[in-house]
């Protein structure tokens, strides 16, 4: 795509097409899609959220009436969780706002298609989360379409496997641009697949989705800027992290020692408690953006830690797990597209629209049932989003144009914030370079809301005594965590 004089967000969206084919356990055209844009010309940084809206009748008075509740959601697989995808309409608003429009987007997504017509090995991470989704579908009583398995199973490592139909649905977003999915034969089979479960998706619904541009929100950490899409997305939560992080000397405690471990773990879990209280579609909830990110704010925050023992009471909402991809593009006139897409949980819900190709996400398990709660679920509405591609520039002034530094991002739904925060620390504050601060151990915080209780989960390379330490200040830990 480069080299045919196309730019970063057009390959961006090639990458998005093709993940699509080769990872359907992770992303697909069935998700949500968030696009991050650096334009190397006038410094200026835009995006797009790309995540879709529940059916207009799934109100909490229609869940309550089939007998849901707060404590008894309906369950993360079931066709009521689908909200509407809004990943192809953010591919089409990514090519046409940031592409270089040297390529059309049938070109764009022309690798894709032969991708899925010819056929590809799937790679061995790929067959491991395949099997085992499909496997976590049979135990709740649901079957993935048969577009997206080999005889009735999933496909083993290095099998060729072909996708026609996805290569059809392609094809025709190509062709006709939004209206190829979200109108016609395309939208018919999502709906008629969404009320055969039991859900209450209409074409209405799909016609009358549009992604929304962006402009993202930053704050400053020791001469650099981190930017981030703004809610409904938990952005948000990285902002404040840094924030609360600024307040102490990361760099003299040590990389991933004891107390530099224990001050990420309480700025997550207070950071992670503001975003799950008051994070939800702006579009229906106020949300206190400016007070949030005030340096007062997170300095008094940063008070709330003691070095020496965890704090008793933090408690945020809900907390569920998720499957994405990430990746970014910078061309040769330093252009970048940070970009994200995502199904939510495996394959989603694990319906596949005839003759589509693609499974349909579950990202209405994130919504909550409580009635007054900010990501309460109401019709047209869109859930908490976990997933949140970064840039990072220099700090510049009002009147230069910031400079590109990167363009970041990870996978894994309440991971992605704090695991943006230790990539970026690793590269700042202990002099890593990209790699090294990939590979780096991290530390995964994790509120578990049926036991009422925070994790801290540690990766293999992390010191045993830290974890002990860790223990005797108050955290529950889980080290090693390997694989």
């Known amino acids: 795509i480069l080299k045919r004089g196309g730019n970063a967000a057009d390959a961006a969206v090639a990458i998005a097409a093709a993940l699509a084919v080769t990872e359907p356990s992770s992303t697909g055209p069935g998700g949500d899609a968030f696009c991050l844009f650096y334009n190397e010309n006038t410094g200026e940084i835009r995006g797009i959220n790309g995540s879709g809206r529940s059916p207009r009748a799934q109100a909490l008075d229609f869940l309550e009436g089939r007998g849901y509740t707060a404590e008894a959601p309906p369950p993360p697989f079931d066709a009521l969780n689908v909200t509407v995808p809004g990943a192809p309409a953010c591919w089409c608003d990514t090519v046409q706002l940031f592409g270089s ?189 400016e007070t949030f990110l005030d340096k007062s704010y997170s300095h008094q925050q940063a008070q709330r830690i003691s070095m020496d023992r965890a704090m008793e009471e933090v408690e945020p909402g809900l907390t569920t797990g998720s499957d994405t991809v990430y990746f970014c593009v910078i061309d040769s006139q330093g252009n970048a597209c940070s970009f994200v897409n995502s199904t939510y949980m495996g394959f989603g819900s694990g319906l596949v629209p005839k003759d589509c190709g693609f499974s349909l996400q579950n990202r209405g398990a994130s919504f909550s049932l409580r009635r007054n709660h900010v990501n309460c679920v109401a019709g047209g509405k869109r859930p908490y989003h976990t997933i949140i591609p970064a840039l990072l520039t220099d700090s510049a002034t009002k009147s230069q144009k910031p400079r590109l530094l990167a ?72 080290w090693p965590i390997t694989g």
Not at 165 to 175: F, I, N, V
Not at 409 to 421: E, K, R
Not at 451 to 471: I, M, S
Request: hydrophobic share 40%; proline share 5%; glycine share 8%.
């Open 407 to 478: 363009a970041l991002g990870v996978m894994g739904a309440f991971m992605q914030p704090q695991g943006h925060v230790q990539v970026l620390l690793n590269m700042l504050e202990f002099g890593m370079n990209p790699q090294q601060a990939l590979d780096a151990p991290r530390v995964y915080v994790q509120y578990d809301h049926k036991t009422d209780q925070w994790f801290v989960n540690l990766e293999e390379g992390v010191d045993q005594e830290v974890a002990e330490e860790l223990r005797r200040r108050g955290h529950k830990v889980n």
């Open 101 to 289: 429009h040297k390529l059309s987007l049938q070109e764009v997504l022309s690798g894709a298609v032969e991708l899925a017509e010819v056929g590809f090995p799937v790679a061995e991470v790929t067959a491991h989360h395949w099997v085992n989704w499909v496997a976590a579908l049979r135990d709740a009583g649901k079957e993935l379409g048969g577009d997206l398995l080999f005889d009735g199973h999933a496909p083993k490592c290095g099998q060729v496997f072909r996708n026609p139909t996805l290569a059809r649905t392609l094809k025709d977003l190509g062709e006709r641009g939004k209206p190829g999915f979200y109108q016609g034969r395309v939208a018919q089979a999502i709906v008629d697949i969404i009320n055969q479960n039991g859900g209450v998706m209409t074409l209405d619904d799909l016609s009358s989705h549009d992604s929304e541009v962006i402009t993202p929100i930053s704050t400053e950490y020791k001469g650099v800027r981190l930017w981030e899409p703004p809610p409904n997305s938990q952005g948000l939560v990285a902002l404040l992290l840094l924030n609360i992080l600024e307040n102490f000397p990361l760099k003299a405690v040590g990389h991933n020692s004891c107390d530099y471990v224990h001050v990420l773990v309480e700025a997550v879990r207070l950071a992670l408690t503001d975003a799950l209280r008051y994070l939800g579609d702006p579009v229906h909830v106020t949300i206190p953006l």
